[in-house]
């Protein structure tokens, strides 16, 4: 018989206490697994997802970071706007010899947990996803450049909302400004489904930016002029019903007006104007007016480094402020220097801010979890190792019957080994399908915290590194039965 089986049935024969053991070292491994898995899709994930822009122009309050977990993964509202003209001077001004494309956003509230993100049908022609990938849809098409209330759902928000192209929605763009309400229930209507990404953009609801300045009185004013206004809540309620008091409609060729003037404002957002104040029928609209949350920025011309310096330890990295800008030397200066110095603003660099946050703070956690989880695996096998131990003293006759049979002193030694190889690899196989399924159980969660979809049955390579990890683990567990059983007197064991 191999000495494997007659390890297997040693282990049978003490099912309950051998289920024990290998459950508790399951337990270690599913931890292990759990951190490995999430640490590595989270990393992935976000680092592909960074990797779409070259820069973000965001507003000077907060962080980097915030801004670009604001204004890339839409897991945070950002703390302040910019002024709309930002963008004019990146498209077409004076900053728009380095600038190969810049597409504004602007972050509203949430439908059905939904991020809704307001910009230009550019997004979906001139950027990238994953640094080298098109945008395509999987039903309908893009927003027209004329389509204010037009809308474009990533696949999963489509999916987790049940919309379809044709339906219609409502939604409160700003938790700051209050909305117009117009006489319509539904406002947008969707043109397009994306097809799947990988990114957060498949749980994003992008809406026409126009639509935007309109419902927050940004933009052309007699098409506002139409309806009645109202108050929002204070988080801005979506889906919130109209009520017949606020459909009220007594201006004349509104239709033809709206469409004129939606033309004449998008024909001053491609045009390079020095004027600082837009046309809309009878009334003047200052740009000023006009606020976005960030800017999405590709160059012409990567930069290598971040525009960081050492602060006084040399361990943290901190960012030029405008101050410390303003006196570098013009013709040396990066772009991402120059806007800062020149205007009210942050640039942050989305694939630099992700790495410093997972090798500065979500790395070391992570290292943190993996040692309480090492530590766990260890108190596992002190306890399997115990089991066996203590095992020996019933099973000395069955070891002296085995030796009298012809068996050699290493065969013994190599059936425990294999016993507590077998144990150990139980547990892995324990502890990964627990993993996985605890993966599964907080995948939600971390779905609706930071826009990542994490797949519980996704390994990661790094998991290989436990099987080799548990057979030389079990190996210095079983050596101290092994040496019991090696020096078992078969004469005396015989003995009644």
């Not at 040693?10 to 491994?29: D, P, W």
């Not at 039903?139 to 204010?148: E, I, L, P, S, V």
């Not at 933009?219 to 929002?232: E, G, P, Y």
């Amino acid at each position: 018989m191999p000495l494997w089986k007659i390890a297997w049935r040693s282990i049978q024969h003490r099912s309950l206490a051998s289920g024990l053991t290998a459950f508790s070292m399951g337990l270690g491994v599913a931890l292990v697994v759990a951190v490995i898995v999430i640490y590595g899709v989270l990393n992935q994930t976000f680092m592909r997802s960074a990797q779409g822009y070259d820069m973000v122009v965001g507003p000077p309050k907060g962080s980097p970071l915030e801004v670009v977990l604001g204004a890339v993964f839409y897991s945070s509202y950002l703390s302040d706007t910019i002024p709309y003209d930002y963008f004019r001077q990146l498209e077409t001004g004076p900053y728009s010899p380095e600038v190969e494309t810049a597409i504004p956003i602007a972050l509203g509230d949430h439908l059905h947990g939904m991020p809704v993100i307001a910009t230009t049908p550019k997004f979906f022609t001139e950027l990238r996803y994953l640094d080298r990938y098109n945008y395509s849809f999987r039903y309908g098409k893009n927003m027209d450049a004329g389509g204010d209330f037009e809308a474009v759902l990533g696949y999963a928000a489509a999916q987790k909302m049940k919309y379809h192209v044709g339906d219609r929605f409502k939604a409160a763009l700003s938790k700051r400004v209050p909305s117009k309400a117009f006489p319509e229930p539904d406002l947008f209507t969707v043109v397009g489904i994306l097809d799947p990404t990988g990114t957060p953009n498949d749980q994003a609801i992008f809406v026409n930016l126009e639509g935007f300045f309109i419902m927050n009185d940004h933009a052309d004013t007699t098409a506002i002029d139409k309806v009645l206004t109202r108050k929002s809540t204070d988080r801005g309620v979506l889906g919130e019903p109209t009520t017949p008091a606020e459909t009220e409609s007594k201006e004349p060729n509104s239709k033809e007006t709206h469409s004129k003037e939606t033309a004449d404002s998008t024909n001053d957002s491609t045009n390079d104007s020095t004027d600082d104040s837009i046309k809309s029928g009878s009334k003047t609209v200052k740009r000023a007016d006009r606020r976005i949350s960030a800017v999405l920025v590709l160059t012409k011309v990567k930069e290598v480094a971040p525009s960081v310096t050492k602060d006084f330890h040399g361990m943290d990295e901190v960012r030029i402020d405008r101050l410390t800008a303003q006196k570098l030397n013009p013709l040396t200066m990066s772009l991402s220097d120059r806007l800062v110095a020149d205007l009210d603003v942050q640039v942050a660099k989305p694939t630099y801010e992700i790495t410093r946050l997972f090798e500065m703070i979500v790395g070391r956690i992570q290292t943190v979890l993996i040692i309480f989880a090492i530590m766990v695996i260890i108190v596992a096998a002190i306890g399997m190792m115990v089991s066996i131990y203590n095992s020996m003293n019933e099973r000395r006759q069955e070891i002296a019957i085995m030796r009298a049979l012809g068996a050699k002193r290493r065969t013994v030694m190599s059936i425990i080994f294999l016993e507590s190889i077998l144990l150990s690899l139980g547990g892995g196989l324990i502890g990964m399908v627990i993993g996985h399924g605890l993966i599964a159980g907080v995948g939600p969660i971390i779905a609706n915290a930071v826009m990542v979809i994490v797949n519980p049955w996704h390994f990661q390579p790094a998991e290989l590194v436990l099987i080799p990890g548990l057979i030389i683990l079990a190996s210095l567990v079983g050596y101290l039965p092994a040496v019991v059983a090696y020096r078992t007197d078969v004469a005396q064991s015989l003995n009644p």
